[in-house]
């Protein structure tokens, strides 16, 4: 069997320690995958204009699994 492939994307505050929880103990059962990091959140959306970019969909277009942490949404007037 092929080793999985697994889109991460952490996103936002608590999401991203919650993501990184989750691969442990991923890790401490044995699941075995190699993980890929996608962009996704608030971050994005004051850098780029888009909290979930092209690339990221491709990214989950392609691989199918993801694991995902969290997005915060702020007042419209930061937005």
Not at 55 to 62: A, C, F, S
Request: charged content about 30%; some cysteine.
């Amino acid at each position: 069997m092929s080793k999985r492939i697994i889109v991460t994307m952490p996103g936002d505050g608590i999401g991203k320690t919650v993501l990184e929880e989750a691969l442990r103990v991923l890790d401490a059962v044995g699941f075995e995958a190699e993980y890929v990091h996608a962009d996704i959140g608030w971050e994005f959306w004051c850098k780029e204009g888009n909290p979930l970019p092209q690339r990221t969909l491709d990214l989950l277009e392609k691989h199918k699994i993801s694991l995902f942490g969290a997005i915060t949404s702020k007042p419209k007037s930061e937005a």
